[in-house]
């Protein structure tokens, strides 16, 4: 089996040190990081969210699988540094005010990350003025937000309005997903995007930045 | 007779006699539960978790409070008038350790700090702050209304869901694929001691009461309880077979009464195995936030009336007839949602009359 087709394998079962192990030794074998992002970790994430999509893979599965992709992106991001590899955007990404329920906002970051975005983690609880600091501090293209309560989903419009008010909410796009968030919800408080799930959250991440 | 100081024997009676009938199967009607509170009843938040007072507060003082609250609620159609012990879902967690946290609208339930699960050894403190919180305040309400109104449960939770409190949620997802052992040992653990706290909260419980009651609509004539795992909305059906099941039916196997708190679409891969349990009375099907109401689901109510168990809803009063009509009220429990806080008298009795007019 050749050395990116047992790094995507060990990364769809989840086994981090393999993958571990089998990156360095591709890095150590003069393989190019971009070729093991590329032809390794990416796709590999990718059939990760396709199996979810179709229901063999629940959120264990997804999240072992994850973690372990990030194992290896950690080898690779002091050459993708080195080599002024570019992010396919930077998304900032929180659970919104009130809210700590943090898997669903866990998987969709490693998801994006998995995909090659850069990811700013603003935690859990994020009051609508961390969205806009990180806009404004850290230039990042996507605002990613969760929320698992009916009650604490109204954050996500307080949030639209702080960006608004602070006067960068054309410079970004927003994303909002969690299980009580629906397309329709997104359009009334005027996001760009909702994703029903991490996976879907990929795909809608890189429409909407490709439209851009 | 809406109000609970205003139930005579007879209504009590009338309730026992319909209630039991439907339990049995006897009944061809459903039964239907309709709660509502006068304007203003609650504070801003909406909500009554007993985690947003002081613990400091005495139990009277708050019972006094919801003295008021009862006041103005209303228990219509074959509601039994209750008041429910909330300190949030899986209570038990903070009996175990947790640390609790009250926002507005929830209580949340701190992971308590360990390296791994092997680490994690939950055991039963009878000083425990929070478990003799519930115990005062268990005791303050019977003290009020022993015999007057049902004292619900509190509700102690589903015992994985408990455990995702105690280990974090993320780290037990983890777990169930790393230490899958472990997960097992501690539900086991878990389970051991949710018997026990039910138990003792059982024994509080006053001869003179009518019936029991938990957080859910349904009553019961003796140990019943609304049974739960929102933790298996993320996991597989090997996953809640492994995990699970085995527990759900030891807990199912102490009670007289036991129902299923189904929460949302993740948990429709495992209906077939919960219907499988033999000593399971009954499914509540709560589709969840953002979805679709229960009488947009009518296959999945369907299933669950087919394999002979009970179903609980909560539906508007015209999802109800939606569901009478399609599927036949018997066997179902519907619970009248108000939202709005705007149903009359007026709505009810009409409601009623199209009931009558559905038939079985």
Known sequence: METLEIIRKAIIEGQAKEVEQHVQAALDSGMKATTILYDGLIPAMAEVGRLYEEGEYFVPEMLIAARAMKTGLGLLKPFLVEGNVQPLGKVAIATVQGDLHDIGKNLVSLMLEGAGFEIVDLGVNAEPQKFVDAVQQQQVNVVAMSALLTTTMTRMKDTITALDAAGVRGKVKVIIGGAPITQAYADEIGADGYAPDASQAVNLTKRLLAAS | ?360
Not at chain 2, 39 to 64: C, M, N, Q, V, Y
Not at chain 2, 168 to 175: A, K, M, R, V
Not at chain 2, 334 to 352: C, E, K, N, S
């Open chain 2, 1 to 360: 007779m809406t109000r609970y100081f205003e139930y005579q024997d007879c209504d009590w009676a009338r309730l026992e006699t319909d209630w039991r009938a439907w339990w049995d199967g006897k009944s061809d009607r459903p039964i239907v539960t309709i709660v509502t509170h006068d304007p203003g009843t609650f504070p801003e938040s909406g909500d009554d978790f007993l985690t947003r007072f002081p613990l400091e507060k005495p139990a009277e003082e708050i019972i006094d409070y919801f003295e008021q609250v009862l006041q103005r609620t209303h228990f219509y159609g074959d509601a039994c008038p209750k008041w429910w012990v909330n300190f949030g879902a899986g209570v038990i967690a903070a009996f175990l350790g947790s640390d609790v946290e009250y926002s507005t609208g929830t209580t949340w339930f701190k992971p308590v700090p360990v390296e791994s699960l092997a680490d994690l050894h939950p055991e039963y403190d009878p000083d425990n702050i929070w478990w003799r919180r519930a115990q005062d305040i268990t005791q303050a309400s019977i003290d009020r209304w022993a015999g007057k109104l049902v004292v619900a449960y509190t509700d102690l939770g589903g015992n994985m869901d408990i455990l995702a409190s105690l280990r974090g949620t993320q780290n037990l997802l983890f777990d169930c694929i790393e230490a899958p052992d472990e997960v097992i040992r501690l539900i086991s653990e878990i389970t051991v001691l949710w018997q026990r706290y039910f138990d003792e909260l059982e024994a509080m419980m006053p001869p003179q009461q009518h019936g029991r009651a938990a957080w859910a609509p349904p009553w019961s004539p003796t140990r019943g309880y609304m049974l739960q795992s929102d933790f298996s909305y993320m996991i597989s059906p090997d996953m809640f077979e492994r995990f699970v099941l085995p527990d759900l039916v030891t807990c199912c196997e102490t009670l007289d009464y036991p129902f299923y708190h189904m929460d949302g679409k993740g948990q429709l891969p495992h209906l077939d195995m919960l219907l499988s349990i033999d000593k399971l009375r009954g499914v509540q099907w709560q589709p969840g936030d953002g979805q679709p109401l229960a009488d947009h689901w009518l296959d999945v109510l369907r299933k669950i009336r087919e394999s002979g168990k009970l179903c609980q809803v909560f539906v508007t009063l015209d999802g109800a007839l939606n569901i009478a009509r399609e599927l036949g009220g018997k066997g179902f429990l519907f619970d009248i949602l108000d939202q709005g806080r705007t149903i009359t008298p007026q709505q009810v009795d009409a409601f009623y009359e199209e009931l009558d007019r559905i038939g079985p």
